[in-house]
């Protein structure tokens, strides 16, 4: 969803999609939307993962301080930045690149996921 990315625009976007009829699971991009998603939930009442799964895009290592871990994907973010700047480079000399790369990535479950 079209959401105003604050603080604010935040907590009204979490407000709306909790309203009428909760999610079941969310996929979050940032480490940080996570966190304030973990202290709305708290706040309404809704368990991580009985009523609610999470998993995060991205790796943080303040998950490893999280009893239960958080489930996320992790992948190497050098690898990332350098496909970027090839990417960057080819686009800049006006080469049309427009190639896929594959980068690993690794699935850590976590305890942020209920039952299915």
């Keep these: ?15 709306s999609l909790f309203k009428v009829s909760p999610p079941s699971a969310l996929i979050v991009h940032e480490p940080h939307q996570l966190v304030a998603i ?3 939930v708290a706040s309404q009442r809704i368990r991580v993962p009985e009523d609610l799964s ?9 998950f490893r301080w999280c009893k239960p871990a958080i489930a ?6 050098r690898k ?9 480079n080819d686009v800049s000399r006006g080469i049309d690149d427009r190639k896929q790369v594959g980068i690993q990535a690794k699935f850590a479950e976590g305890g942020t996921i209920g039952k299915c």
């Design 80 to 88: 990332v930045a350098g496909c970027v700047e090839q990417w960057a």
């Design 38 to 40: 973990l202290q709305f």
């Design 72 to 77: 996320h994907i992790s992948w190497d973010v």
């Design 1 to 15: 969803p079209a959401w105003e990315e604050s603080r604010d625009g935040f907590q009204q976007l979490l407000i």
């Design 54 to 62: 999470l998993v995060c895009l991205d790796f943080d290592y303040s």
